[in-house]
Antibody
């Protein structure tokens, strides 16, 4: 059974660094073809893709967030991480992590999602 | 970035009615590998999104077969053949052919 669960600080102040953790089970990020993505959703609004990390440590970022994002993983503890530097109120959102799988050359995105973690940026 | 335009933005349906949602892309979503990376997700109220359709027309695991996807190039459609009460929520299309991945703005399905 595949499960993912996000965790984060809940609230932080502008200019701080947001650190998020995705703890998952039922698959391994050391297995060929596995990946994890991060997606966020401001309250009442749509979905925005942020970043992906793959089993081979390939990383992809949404350029709209410029150089503020860093994605990483800890395969021994089945975790993926996302850091967003210099946050402001526009980063207030629910943050989701979701699984990606690749078979042969085809990538299958976001078949399992976590429950999401709410993050508020406020002074 | 690829812009996905969903219509309508709000859809009101009765139980048993068949409905369709359109997703139009600003660029062709046919990848050089021959696949079209167009997905559909449903986000029920208070829940995380769930994947319904992958690669245009493939039903996700456990997804009822009243859902179907079709289309090619820049025009895609999600059809629900016989809406049920549990189908209410917001439907999103997503493309993964071109970086960055982008989502449509969503279609809210309301049950009359």
């Amino acid at each position: 059974q595949v499960t993912l669960k996000e965790s984060g600080p809940g609230i932080l102040q502008p200019s701080q660094t947001l650190s998020l953790t995705c703890t998952f089970s039922g698959f391994s990020l050391s297995t060929y073809g596995m990946g994890v993505g991060w997606i966020r959703q401001p309250s009442g609004k749509g979905l925005e893709w942020l970043a992906n990390i793959w089993w081979d440590d390939d990383k992809y970022y949404n350029p709209s967030l410029k150089n503020r994002l860093t994605i990483s993983k800890d395969t021994s503890n089945n975790q993926a991480f996302l850091k967003i530097t210099n946050v402001d109120t526009a980063d207030t959102a629910t943050y989701y992590c979701a699984r990606i799988t690749m078979m042969v050359i085809i990538s299958y995105y976001f078949d399992y999602w976590g429950q999401g973690v709410m993050v508020t940026v406020s002074s | 970035d690829v812009v996905l335009t969903q219509t309508p933005s709000i859809l009101s349906a009765t139980i048993g009615q068949s409905v369709s949602i359109s997703c139009r892309s600003s660029q062709s979503l046919l990848d050089s590998d021959g696949n079209t990376y167009l997905y559909w997700f449903l986000q029920r109220p208070g829940q995380s999104p769930q994947r319904l359709i992958y690669l245009v027309s493939n039903l996700g695991s456990g997804v009822p077969n009243r859902f179907s996807g079709s289309g090619s190039g820049t025009d895609f459609t999600l059809k629900i053949s016989g809406v049920e009460a549990e189908d209410l929520g917001v439907y999103y299309c997503m493309q993964a052919t071109h970086a960055p991945l982008t989502f449509g703005s969503g279609t809210k399905l309301e049950i009359k």
